[in-house]
């Protein structure tokens, strides 16, 4: 018995609407909670931003409060990170560092980020990366 496989044009379609579906499960807000709920970093963000390399970005950030501070998980163009922070005064300090890096592909970049929540509730950061003389930065919107 010879299984048939789909036409070309059937399978990019299901390829197509495959990524959609991930792309909206990726970024649709968030219904579980994330911690406390007065706090204003805490929850899922949409983030637009430039790396310290001047490659602009968008995607999603997700800030839980965590036993020593916060975590930190990013789904950006052409890459996944995680981070842990801490804050002081109104600012998130934070330690982050890119998830699978793949040599020659995605290095290993790592570094460092600080973000303010805006007076219009939108948070503001700057990132640097070990090794790079400038500096990044991203706006985010909160999500839901």
């Given at each position: 018995m010879r299984i048939r496989l789909p036409s070309v044009p059937?399978?990019?379609a299901l390829g197509i609407i495959l990524f959609v579906l991930v792309f909206a499960w990726f970024?649709?807000?968030?219904?579980?909670?994330?911690?406390?709920?007065s706090d204003?970093?805490?929850?899922?963000?949409?983030?637009?931003?430039t790396d310290a390399f001047g490659t602009e970005y968008s995607g999603s950030?997700?800030?839980?409060?965590?036993?020593d501070g916060y975590a930190l998980e990013w789904i950006v163009t052409g890459a996944l990170a995680s981070g842990t922070a801490e804050r002081v005064g109104e600012e998130l300090l934070v330690d982050w560092s890119?998830?699978?890096?793949q040599?020659?592909?995605?290095?290993?970049v790592v570094g460092t980020a600080r973000y303010r929540i805006d007076?219009?509730?939108?948070?503001?950061?700057t990132s640097t990366v070990f090794g790079e003389p400038a500096a990044?930065?991203?706006l985010g919107e909160p999500v839901g």
């Open positions: 059937v399978r990019w970024t649709a807000p968030n219904p579980i909670s994330t911690g406390d709920e204003p970093f805490v929850g899922r963000w949409l983030v637009n931003g950030l997700n800030i839980a409060a965590a036993d890119r998830v699978n890096p040599p020659g592909v995605f290095p290993d007076d219009d509730g939108s948070l503001v950061g990044g930065s991203e």
